[in-house]
């Protein structure tokens, strides 16, 4: 028996998200259909985030243990083959027996796309929000700072989250642009059910002028979701990578 590491990327428009659902199309479950026909063993992943419906990602990770004599680092072409076009494993590797992508330290870092123009751009559609109205970057770079650090980010996870713990660190914060595409990218220990689209739903509210820049400070010290501004829509965020320790 041998621990196999894979990095997965896929656009997420025609998923219902990461984690099974009965009846439901799933990343997790067509990854798991896939390994167990090229394989011929019944295969279950762990995965390392689970990106909610409509959510992208670049780099998401996910483990799995097989009897299979194939070389680790070829399982990625082959089961290729087998996956949707719009799912692909960019690398293989064979990890120790125990190693679990979700219970060793890590960093991930996602980025949110704002297509920020009088008209849409129809081939942005699913990869970034469009919003006609102008943002203001500077406002919405000095509002972001807040958040940086050890914070507990209660108001900027869903009141559904499972989490008992809401205390989170952020590394890094930046919101940069280029051409018409502002980018909110967001690096840190660990994220909230979606505190990465609350954050950049803020942020946007922030840009237009619907709260000054040091708000943000009071909406954490509230740790009260009803103070902080609307959750962005899914399609504009991806999982860029997640970086292990």
Not at 27 to 43: D, H, Q, T
Not at 53 to 72: K, M
Not at 151 to 160: A, E, G, L, P, R
Request: proline content about 4%.
């Amino acid at each position: 028996m041998k621990r196999i590491k894979l990095i997965i990327a896929y656009d997420g428009t025609n998923y219902c998200g990461w984690q099974l659902q009965p009846g439901q199309p799933t990343i997790e479950a067509e990854i798991n259909r896939a390994l167990s026909e090229l394989l011929g063993e019944e295969i279950v992943v762990i995965g390392a985030s689970r990106t909610d419906s409509g959510v992208h990602a670049l780099g998401n990770v996910a483990v799995f243990d097989t009897e299979s004599s194939i070389p680790a680092e070829k399982i990625c072409l082959a089961l290729n083959v087998w996956l949707p076009e719009d799912i692909r494993v960019q690398s293989s590797e064979e990890v120790a027996a125990d190693w679990h992508p979700r219970r060793r330290v890590s960093r991930k870092t996602y980025e949110y796309h704002i297509m920020n123009r009088r008209i849409a751009i129809p081939t942005e559609r699913l990869y970034s929000t469009f919003i006609y109205y102008k943002l203001d970057i500077l406002r919405m770079q000095e509002a972001a700072q807040y958040l940086i650090g050890e914070h507990d980010f209660k108001s900027f996870c869903s009141v559904k989250t499972q989490a008992s713990d809401t205390v989170r660190t952020i590394h890094r914060l930046e919101v940069s642009s280029q051409g018409d595409q502002i980018i909110i990218s967001v690096t840190g220990n660990g994220f909230l059910y979606n505190m990465v689209r609350i954050i950049a739903g803020t942020l946007i509210e922030i840009g237009r002028g619907a709260y000054p820049p040091e708000r943000m400070k009071q909406m954490l010290d509230h740790c009260n979701r009803t103070i902080a501004g609307p959750t962005a829509q899914a399609h504009g965020l991806t999982l860029i990578k997640i970086e292990y320790e």
